[in-house]
């Protein structure tokens, strides 16, 4: 997709968007991303991976951030700011913490999708975690009851490593130990 010139904005008009507006809103290649307001399903959904992963980690080295919490992506040899807030993000690096946000490339994100954000989820965060060189990233659709996880293969692709619908339980392959019961997920 292109977008005329004009349309696209600096990272200084951007923060000076956030300041006036409640809107979550994330800057990709200097373009404004609109999030939707999540529903009583995400944020249950979102509360619940969040706990697991929360008590999972505890005395580890990596630790999970829940939205909103900006993910500013950062990779050597890749140009441009890219602000991005996942509902999940594992940050196992922890020297791109800063007060308000983290600069780097997550672990492992974790999206939830909502009717009108699935288009942007499934595919162009999708493309873009995996320029990054974010190893896990799961995408968890609430309306449907799957859970689809990808991780980064040694080409820097990304491989379906599973799909899960109404049951089952989600393995992480990076975060070794980790798993989701996907009924209970989505009760």
Same mark, same amino acid.
């Given at each position: 997709m292109t977008v005329p010139k004009e349309n696209l904005i600096t *990272?200084? !008009?951007?923060? $000076?968007?956030?300041?006036?507006?409640?809107?979550?809103?994330?800057?990709?290649? !200097?373009?404004?991303? *609109?999030?939707?307001? &999540?529903?009583? $399903?995400?944020?249950?959904?979102? /509360?619940?991976?969040?706990?697991?992963?929360?008590?999972?980690? %505890? /005395? $580890?080295?990596?630790?999970?951030?829940?939205? &909103?919490?900006?993910? %500013?992506?950062?990779?050597? /040899?890749?140009?441009g700011i890219? *602000?991005?807030? &996942?509902?999940l993000s594992v940050i196992c690096d922890k020297n791109g913490l800063m007060e308000n946000k983290y600069v780097g490339v997550p672990t492992l994100i974790i999206e939830i999708l909502s009717p009108s954000n699935q288009a942007h989820d499934l595919v162009f965060k999708l493309n873009l975690y995996m320029q990054y060189g974010v190893k896990e990233y799961w995408i968890v659709n609430p309306m449907?009851? *799957?859970?689809?996880?990808?991780?980064?293969?040694r080409e820097g692709q990304y491989e379906q490593a599973d799909v899960l619908k109404e049951k089952g339980i989600a393995h992480s392959e990076i975060l070794q130990g980790f798993s989701v019961d996907v009924e209970r997920l989505f009760q």
């Open positions: *990272i200084e !008009e951007f923060y $000076k968007m956030r300041e006036s507006t409640e809107q979550l809103i994330e800057y990709v290649d !200097e373009i404004v991303f *609109i999030s939707p307001s &999540p529903s009583t $399903k995400h944020q249950r959904v979102s /509360g619940r991976l969040h706990a697991q992963l929360f008590n999972f980690l %505890e /005395g $580890k080295d990596c630790e999970v951030f829940h939205a &909103p919490f900006d993910v %500013e992506l950062h990779r050597e /040899g890749l140009e890219n *602000i991005v807030i &996942p509902d449907l009851n *799957i859970v689809q996880i990808y991780t980064l293969n």
